[in-house]
């Protein structure tokens, strides 16, 4: 059952650009939003995280952007580097009754062009 | 600081053997959890352990099996494996249970291919 639906499954920005990467979530149980990074022969890494009471958190040149009652959040990533290129997943939790337990998204495989 | 270390890097066994798969947790950290990564897929969560006990196991089949040991590293054993046991199993660890702000950190992982 898949309860993060991401898209989209990939994505090539210009350097400088934004990259735009979207999530869905059906449980309304979830209230804890992390992105991963992921770069090739490595395990994923928190980027950014949110909770459902707050609509946008910003750290740097990455944004979260929540919408609670579309039950929908993005990543946004300003100004785009080589260097960002590298599989993004979303994820949802309910920390206080499932413990540290994820359901992450498919991903999506960012490539930003010099 | 070492990070999540996980053994062994790679790994290539055949159908019908069994295999364990290690990681050790960063230094404080009590919870562990396995993820399982088919490529071109997100993780998928397999088991959760806290302070030695499972708190929690996702939809994978009675083949899979985990322990916590006192010093709060942690073995993952699959037997019987399928071909489609092959896959990146990854570890990560957090401080405790369930904190909202407590974050999970991912060892690298363990490539298992299946023949």
């Known amino acids: 059952q898949q309860q993060v639906k991401q898209s989209p499954q990939s994505l090539i920005v210009q350097k400088g650009g934004i990259s735009i990467i979207n999530c869905a979530y059906e449980?309304?149980?979830?209230?804890?939003f992390p992105w991963y990074q992921q770069f090739p022969g490595k395990g994923p890494a928190l980027l950014i995280a949110?909770?459902?009471?707050?609509s946008e958190k910003k750290e740097g040149r990455f944004t979260i952007s929540f919408n609670k009652s579309a039950k929908q959040f993005s990543l946004h990533i300003m100004d785009s580097q080589p260097g960002d290129s590298a599989t993004y997943f979303c994820a949802a939790a309910n920390p206080e009754t499932s413990g540290s337990r994820l359901t992450f998204g498919e991903g999506t495989q960012l490539t930003v062009n010099p | 600081d070492a990070g999540v270390t996980q053994s062994p890097t790679h790994l290539i066994k055949t159908r019908g053997q069994q295999v364990t798969l290690r990681c050790s947790p960063i230094s404080g950290h009590k919870s562990v959890s396995w993820y399982q990564q088919v490529l071109g897929q997100g993780p998928q969560f397999i088991f959760q352990y806290y302070e030695k006990e499972e708190r929690g196991r996702g939809n994978f089949p009675d083949r899979f099996s985990a322990r916590q040991f006192p010093n709060y590293s942690s073995e993952l054993n699959v037997n019987a494996l399928l071909l489609g046991d092959s896959a990146l199993y990854l570890c990560?660890?957090?401080?405790?249970?369930?904190?909202?702000?407590?974050?999970?950190?991912f060892g690298p992982g363990t490539r298992l291919t299946v023949l």
């Open positions: 990560a660890s957090s401080f405790i249970l369930g904190a909202m702000t407590d974050t999970q950190y």
């Open positions: 449980n309304t149980a979830f209230d804890y």
């Open positions: 949110i909770r459902p009471d707050v």
